[in-house]
């Protein structure tokens, strides 16, 4: 129980200060832009201290440290401004938040469900991916050096820079520390409610600029927060719209159950954020690139494959700005120049070029791109400059990435094909979105607003409804998802969670377990990716079998393990006889194993040579049994 109050305050808290805090900057009522400039400006500041403290190898208590400053500094400055500029949120105000605000929480409420009825992909930890992320904000506060670690591996390694700019996992050990909340609960359901949120009032907050500008009459102002609905369709099954061609999008199904990822923020949300800050301004100053700056921080925090983005993004904004410059050699041609000699010079990537062409092969071939492209090309037709600007920002970024040669720019900034792939993702997002935006204008001004809620509330039902359409028949029902659920109310197995206490309570017995795991188990009836998840749930164990998929890079002798020693395991786990067991004996004595997990019916054997079942978890429900062997 503890863990939902506490997950509760937590996101209370972070709607409550970033919505005070870009209140007491903006000094205006309306909550998307309060929202967002506050958890920007929040996030700024958090993630420029992290940022430090990672690169320096900084103990993780002075974080904590910084953490605390940083609040105590934008709470003085809410209630400083508050006083100065006599700001005040009257009934009247909150009656108002309320009524043009509350169906962006419908819409997260909505996307929370299918994330649950997805379950499968929640035991299979994110396609393995939370192994690594959810181990790392649960050890980092007990680590010496947590910036130099294995987190699923549970050893010291060599980190890459990049991991050493990505703060998220640093923040939200701080508050998993001070909440005393399980790390699958507050990521996996309050994390991903709140970045859900971020995305649908930046949504609601880019549709009102357009809608200015588009000079939308008032009284239908209070529907835009409707508009967010488009990202529903974000949340179908993977597996299902690439079968049946409606949407090619790399890493689709992280919308579904990582949104809590730091990646997800720039995924989603980059170019959003930086086309709506910049996109209507006649000049560039100082203090818009203090707010690109700004911006870039916070982005990068999360996840460096917002490099990309950030730089194709900022680029063509520079060229849509200044192109009604009359000194147009300078301001204009001349830097241009420059970015296609510096992308005929840097290295072309054809395993990049190669998989981008493929996608929007892919792409354009299917209905939300087609209706997409036409949408964009109608709305040519509103001859208005916001609107064309918009339209030319995004088929900018769309041929930086495409012509050849000058995308190498794009290429090099990438430096992997996944990071590449993502910002295709979030270009794709965009547009789609932005389509649906013109899509929505032209209804909401032509159609009277008695009809606009009824006709909105059919839609919500019906994309919500296709989108749910898309996990039927696959692993279970929705009402065996919501069982499953239900019986393991953490979002991990219960299985799991019992066996990291009980390997815990032998490591205090026997100290630090060297442990040898299955990679892969059945936790009601889906794969669930046991060896990786471990040092999750247990403190004292260096799992050895999470090895294969995070590599150990190392000096020491346990990056020496190889795979073709977890298929042994494998076998013997598979068959449980004393042969297979002694074909591991070799390399269980070189990295001096201590201990073992075997699944399945193990009733016939208490012990393998000198090692000794010590202990059974059984889940009926969830068809699982684990025995721990431990060697005397």
Known sequence: MWDYISGLLFLIWMIALSYLFGFSIRKEHNFSTNLITGYIGYSFIIGLGLMVIELFDVPWMFALIYFFLTIIFILFYIIYSIKKNKLKITKEDIKNLFQENYFLFIIVLILMFISVISFSVYWLNNHLDDGYYLSKIVKMPYLDTPYSYDYPVNCYAKSMLSYRINTWELESSIYVYLLKINVFVYCRLFLNFFNYLLFCSTISLFTTKIYKKLNLSNDRFKFIQYIPIVIIFFATNMNTVYQIGFMHLID????????????????????????????ENDKITIKDIFKLFMISVVLMSKSSIALPIIV??????????????????????????????????????????????????????????????????????????FVNRINFTLIFIFALMMIPEINDVFENFSIYNFVSNRMFTTLMYTFYIVAFSYVAYFFMSHVHRNILKPVFLILTCIITGSSILTYTGRNMTIKNSLIVIA?????????????????????????????????????????????????????????????????????????????????????FNDTKSDDDFNNCIKFINKYGINSFILFGDTSKHDSYGDFKKVQTIIDQNAGVYYSIYVKG
Do not use: C
């Not at 054809?350 to 092969?361: D, H, M, P, V």
């Not at 999750?536 to 998929?549: G, L």
């Open 252 to 279: 689709h199904w992280q919308f579904v159950t990582a949104m809590y990822f730091g990646s997800s923020i720039p995924r989603t949300m980059g170019i959003l954020w930086i086309m709506m800050t910049f996109v």
């Open 487 to 571: 019986q393991n109310k953490k979002m991990v197995p219960n299985s799991t969670l019992e066996l990291g206490k009980v390997l815990d309570e032998i490591s205090l017995e026997k100290g630090t377990l060297r442990i040898l795991a299955p990679e892969f188990v059945f936790a009601n009836g889906v794969p669930h990716p046991l060896a990786t998840i471990l040092t999750t749930v247990s403190s004292d164990t260096i799992s050895y079998s999470a090895i294969p998929r995070y590599y150990v890079d190392s000096d020491e002798e346990i990056a020496s393990y190889k795979y073709e020693y977890q298929e042994l395991f494998h076998t």
């Open 312 to 385: 194709l993004t900022s680029v063509t904004l520079y060229f849509i700005i200044n192109f009604n410059k009359e000194r147009k050699v300078i301001f204009l041609l001349i830097p241009l120049l420059i970015y296609v000699v510096v992308g005929i010079i840097l290295p072309n990537n054809l395993g990049i070029q190669s998989e981008i062409y493929s996608l929007l092969t892919q792409n354009v071939k299917t209905l939300p791109f087609l209706v997409s492209l036409v949408v964009l090309v109608i709305s040519f037709t509103f001859r208005n400059s």
